[in-house]
């Protein structure tokens, strides 16, 4: 069994208010230089908040190349859906989406049940996964699945509520 190590990524960190989460992408060998934005909306489809949104994507210097690469700012096209449903297109995260496993711990001010949404840019695929977080009382959600596209094949997402 294969040992995961996960960079840690922090966001949303001047929130005076809201609850903190924690939400760790695991990523599939397959996955290249990756860019992924998460953010979160209100049950009836209204963004709320960023969770994550890079600075900077990363490109080969040479086909297939991982280690010599090339960081350009990132442009809010390369992730349409997020584009199209974000109200800020601001990045709150300084550098490039990390190449491996990481974690985000960020803060989210949620009023009601939530989706957290991912969409993830791989070479010229793009994947998007949703995940529904209904809550069960006024203080604890439950995370019944996520419904993915086909395509989501080398991202596994868990989302942890740690505190209010």
Known sequence: MEDLNFNKVSTNGTLDQGSTWS??????????????????EDSSGQFLENIFVPTKIALPEEEGDLNDVKLMPFEASTLPTWSTRTKDHMPNYAEETPRTHFIINTKLRPATSLVIRVEVKNKDLLSRISYFVYPITAVRFVLPGGIADRYLKFVYLDIWWLSK
Do not use: N, Q, Y
Request: hydrophobic fraction near 60%.
């Open 23 to 40: 939400i760790s992408l695991e990523m599939d060998r397959s996955g290249f230089l990756p860019v992924v934005a998460v953010w979160a």
